[in-house]
Each structure stands twice: as C-alpha cells, then as structure tokens.
C-alpha cells in the first residue's frame, strides 16, 4: 500500500440567496450541495470545485480546513 498525500478541503457557506440570481448561479450552487443561506459543504480543494465557487463569488464565502 502506498501513503496517500493528504487532501487540502474547503469550507463553502453560502451567504447570499440565490433568489434573482441567474439560473446557471443557481446550478453551480446546486452542484455544490449548497441551497440555503448559511448553509455550509465541505470539499476538497480541486480546481473543478474552485471553478465552480469562482463562478458565484458573491453568494458564498470560503474557508480552509484542517484535516
């Protein structure tokens, strides 16, 4: 068995509502697992999950996790 490197995660909460938003704002947010202000994900720090949060900057927030 080979030592696998430990996976950076982040933290995505949503803090904006996604009514009015446009509805491609509102997949992205879907595909994230996210639907409700304050809400809040966890995932690993890839660059498909970093595209999809750079696409809705402003309905969320994001955080580094330990672990």
């Not at 490197?5 to 697992?33: F, P």
Request: net charge positive.
């Amino acid at each position: 068995m080979t030592a696998r490197k430990k996976q950076q995660q982040i933290r995505i909460t949503q803090v904006r509502s996604q009514i009015g938003a446009q509805e491609r704002h509102k997949r992205v947010l879907a595909g994230l697992g996210l639907g409700r202000i304050g809400r809040s994900v966890v995932r690993p720090d890839v660059p498909s999950i970093r595209g999809m949060v750079n696409k809705v900057p402003h309905l969320v927030s994001v955080e580094e996790v330990e672990g």
